[in-house]
């Protein structure tokens, strides 16, 4: 006879559970403390037959329906738009070199259980976040933080070009894989929970800023959000970029710099004037924060590196974006040069590597 599991979570039980396509579940994976979403979400490590690895995110429905207060017929609908459109997502970026593949998605029934609904995506399996890679050593070479921000850019640049920002970009949602047989390491972007896309909107679009508000952009956080789409959506994708840099290079956000240097009467969350009153005063932070930082950016690549954050997390969204493309009057949010020139640091960093083993 079957185990009584009434009262009980079937996304919070499926341990040792073969799921379709040949996955087993064989462990569930802490939630970190920064990930987007909270408890949305239920993650498993799973394994294929055929040896593959896979990482299992299930929508916890049981969660929505009895936490938000809310009619349950409505909190299963919009639960379901939440998975429908990130399984959606994941399929249409399934090609993306450096965004992480979706492996395998579906809905199962579980009989026992009050809420018996299970609906995973299985995405391809990573070796840690970029925060894991920074903590396993007191030293990580240049060249390695240099390729990760590389492909880091690359895979915003990806999205973007299927008319998708991602909103959510931190250090726990860019994935590092095994070394390759050469021994390099490719990072990936992961969780398009919070994204933006054109052709699907969604109820987080309307918040001030998607994702993780340690990353967000001013303009979100001031509430002064741009009414132009690629303003809004890829300005906001550039400024986490650079936030991201700033992190691999000194361990903490841009946010946290500005903070710092920041009177407190014009921070975000004591602020009742308007976006272009407290601006002068935010970029004058802005400023001494970058000396700060360039501290701690090796000197070889210093000028590059901060000029970089300069030009990624400008506080005015209408400044922000690659300077020289702006000076040709070409697309400053456009991420081809911050490419270019994130390949040709990482390019010379790996040279200098070979040369001194």
């Known amino acids: 006879m079957a185990a009584d599991h009434r009262g009980v ?3 919070e039980n499926l341990l040792g559970r073969e799921l379709p396509g040949g996955w087993r579940v064989v462990e569930r994976v802490t939630r970190q403390i920064d990930d987007t979403g909270g408890h949305f ?5 799973v394994e294929n037959g055929d040896g593959r690895q896979g990482f299992c995110k299930v929508l916890n429905y049981h969660w929505i329906m009895t936490s938000r207060g809310q009619d349950p017929v409505t909190a299963m609908a919009e639960a379901t738009t939440m998975y429908e459109f990130e399984r959606d997502l994941a399929r249409t970026c399934a090609r993306l070199s450096r965004v992480v593949t979706a492996l395998d998605d579906g809905t199962i029934f579980l009989e026992g259980f009050d809420a018996p609904t299970v609906s995973y995506i299985i995405f391809e399996a990573a070796e840690r976040d970029i925060r894991g890679l920074l903590d396993t050593s007191d030293f990580l070479d240049t060249a390695v933080r240099l390729r990760s921000l590389h492909n880091l850019a690359t895979g915003v640049a990806q999205l973007h070009s299927r008319d998708i920002a991602h909103q959510d970009i931190k250090p726990s949602n860019l994935l590092v894989f095994p070394p390759g047989l050469d021994g390099s390491r490719l990072s ?4 398009l929970g919070r994204a933006t896309s054109r052709e699907r909107p969604m109820r987080h679009d309307d918040l001030d800023v998607a994702g993780d508000r340690n990353y967000g952009p001013p303009e979100g956080l001031y509430h002064a959000l741009p009414a132009e789409y690629s303003l809004r959506r890829y300005g906001s994708d550039l400024y986490q970029l650079g936030s991201m840099v700033c992190f ?7 946010n946290a710099q500005v903070s710092s240097e920041l009177d407190p009467q014009f921070h975000w969350t004591n602020w009742h004037g308007s976006f272009d009153e407290v601006l002068p005063y935010l970029q004058a932070a802005f400023s001494r924060a970058l000396e700060t930082i360039g501290e701690s950016v090796p000197e070889p690549i210093r000028g590059d590196i901060v000029a970089l954050i300069r030009e990624l997390c400008e506080p005015d969204p209408y400044e922000r974006g690659d300077h020289h493309s702006r000076g040709q009057w070409r697309n400053p949010l456009a991420l081809d040069r911050v490419i270019t020139r ?3 640091l990482s390019r010379t960093a790996e040279v200098r590597l070979r040369r001194a083993q």
Do not use: C, E, P
């Not at 990936?188 to 969780?191: E, P, T």
């Not at 691999?248 to 841009?254: A, L, V």
């Open 342 to 344: 994130l390949d040709l």
């Open 41 to 45: 979400s239920v993650n498993y490590r």
């Open 248 to 254: 691999i290079f000194t361990g903490t956000t841009i």
């Open 9 to 11: 979570n079937a996304a």
């Open 188 to 191: 990936k972007l992961g969780d």
